[in-house]
């Protein structure tokens, strides 16, 4: 149990960051159209993850998507301007979301 121990420590420290990112996007409403694994009205992080993850610019491509919004990548339904968004808010949940793959 004393080895086990400071393995479950360091993944649970490991993992508040990404918690953290994840109750920023349900405060900021992002959750309204997106799940984490599945498409609802916009598509599922875990896809969005795997279309930008090889992009050397992906953080920087999605967050600014994230504040001013866009259409037509992934289909007809426009993804609005999210003006409760800052700068930093926005590359926080758009490395959130490529760490979804």
Partial sequence: MRRALPILLTGCLMAVPALA??????????????????KIV???????????????????????????????VWGVIPMPVNSQVNDVEARKLANWVLSLK
């Fill in 21 to 38: 990112d994840q109750a920023l996007a349900k405060v900021k409403n992002c959750l309204s159209c997106h799940a984490i694994d599945k």
């Fill in 42 to 72: 916009g598509p599922a992080y875990q896809d969005i993850a795997r279309k930008y993850g090889g992009q050397k610019d992906a953080p920087d491509v999605l967050a600014s998507k994230i504040m001013k919004g866009g259409s037509g």
